[in-house]
């Protein structure tokens, strides 16, 4: 049976500051990681953003959030930014790289294992010769099974690893992952603190990713490499961009911060839950 074509969302509630990452102010991650200790209350955060507007939520694997879709009776669309970054740098820190992988294969099921064994071996020659474009599927398949999602729309790379193998220039590593994404995860997507130069960089390779996330505000906070050409490179895109960090670290209101980044091309727009205030007003007018 034929998957119906991808569609880019328009609005997403991002749930990154859930691990603790964020450009807003230290009161402001306090206040976010006292709220969202109980899985109830942001299950309850979860549905509200869907109500008022938001068409899935961009999240990584943790505890709350695997907890909060547990509450819930509704399906919540994920788009799955992977790998958990923060988690996995501190169990590489603790346990070793192999350790790390063990621990996320001691968790996972048997259909996850039997997922894992068939990308690996379609990976083969590229995990025995150590290169990033065969191991990162192996680590994705292990990432996406702690979600708890029953509805993964797409997967979207962790800018730690996008912006690596941008630096490196690995045209294959971007060719390689799109591939298996589409195929395993229905589309492809890239998050990046270098805009500018992934959107350049894909146009001069010709690859289209089925979306990219990346920061666009009035204040040109990590907009790489500099406002010009990022706002450039958004307008020649030829794929949908995502803009994040829309407050610029709380330097402006967030209708502010979407209404800039969509007038200069954006397609959509990633509010985290860091920047939201008001929820439902702000993102049913962030919808309209």
Same mark, same amino acid.
């Given at each position: 049976?034929?998957?119906?074509?991808?569609?880019?969302?328009?609005?997403?509630?991002?749930?990154?500051?859930?691990?603790?990452?964020?450009?807003?102010?230290?009161?402001?991650?306090?206040?976010?990681?006292?709220?969202?200790?109980?899985?109830?209350?942001?299950?309850?955060? &979860?549905?509200?953003? &869907?109500?008022?507007?938001? @068409?899935?939520?961009?999240?990584?694997?943790?505890?709350?959030?695997?907890?909060?879709?547990?509450?819930?009776?509704?399906?919540?669309?994920?788009?799955?930014?992977?790998?958990?970054?923060?988690?996995?740098?501190?169990?590489?820190?603790?346990?070793?790289?192999?350790?790390?992988?063990?621990?996320?294969?001691?968790?996972?099921?048997?259909?996850?294992?039997?997922?894992?064994?068939?990308?690996?071996?379609?990976?083969?020659?590229?995990?025995?010769? *150590?290169?990033?474009?065969?191991?990162?599927?192996?680590?994705?398949?292990?990432?996406?099974?702690?979600?708890?999602?029953?509805?993964?729309?797409?997967?979207?790379?962790?800018?730690?690893?996008?912006?690596?193998? &941008?630096?490196?220039?690995?045209?294959?590593?971007?060719?390689?992952?799109?591939?298996?994404?589409?195929?395993?995860?229905?589309?492809? *997507?890239?998050?990046?603190?270098?805009?500018?130069?992934?959107?350049?960089?894909?146009?001069?390779?010709?690859?289209?990713?089925?979306?990219?996330? *990346?920061?666009?505000?009035?204040?040109?906070?990590?907009?790489?490499?500099?406002?010009?050409?990022?706002?450039?490179?958004?307008?020649?895109? @030829?794929?949908?961009?995502?803009?994040? @960090?829309?407050?610029?670290?709380?330097?402006?209101? &967030?209708?502010?911060?979407?209404?800039?980044?969509?007038?200069?091309?954006?397609? *959509?727009?990633?509010?985290?839950?860091?920047?939201?205030?008001?929820?439902?007003?702000?993102?049913?007018?962030?919808?309209?």
């Amino acid at each position: 049976m034929r998957k119906a074509p991808f569609v880019a969302p328009r609005l997403l509630l991002g749930a990154e500051s859930l691990l603790g990452v964020s450009r807003g102010s230290r009161d402001r991650m306090l206040e976010i990681a006292a709220r969202y200790t109980d899985p109830e209350t942001l299950a309850v955060t &979860l549905a509200k953003a &869907l109500a008022a507007g938001a @068409e899935g939520v961009l999240a990584s694997p943790s505890p709350q959030l695997k907890a909060a879709l547990a509450e819930l009776r509704q399906t919540v669309p994920i788009y799955a930014l992977l790998p958990n970054v923060p988690q996995y740098v501190r169990d590489a820190s603790d346990l070793g790289l192999m350790g790390t992988a063990l621990k996320r294969v001691g968790r996972s099921g048997p259909l996850t294992l039997a997922r894992l064994g068939l990308t690996g071996l379609g990976h083969l020659g590229a995990v025995l010769s *150590g290169d990033l474009s065969g191991t990162v599927p192996l680590l994705l398949e292990l990432e996406a099974a702690q979600l708890g999602a029953t509805d993964i729309r797409a997967v979207v790379l962790a800018a730690p690893l996008t912006d690596l193998a &941008l630096a490196g220039r690995h045209r294959r590593f971007f060719e390689r992952y799109c591939r298996f994404a589409r195929r395993r995860f229905r589309a492809a *997507g890239l998050e990046t603190h270098n805009l500018g130069h992934l959107l350049a960089r894909l146009r001069e390779w010709k690859l289209r990713p089925d979306l990219v996330v *990346g920061p666009v505000n009035p204040i040109g906070l990590m907009m790489k490499p500099d406002v010009a050409a990022v706002l450039a490179e958004l307008r020649a895109a @030829e794929f949908p961009v995502l803009a994040k @960090e829309l407050r610029a670290g709380g330097s402006v209101r &967030l209708g502010e911060g979407a209404r800039f980044a969509r007038e200069r091309g954006a397609y *959509g727009v990633v509010a985290d839950l860091v920047d939201v205030e008001d929820l439902t007003p702000e993102f049913k007018a962030l919808s309209a």
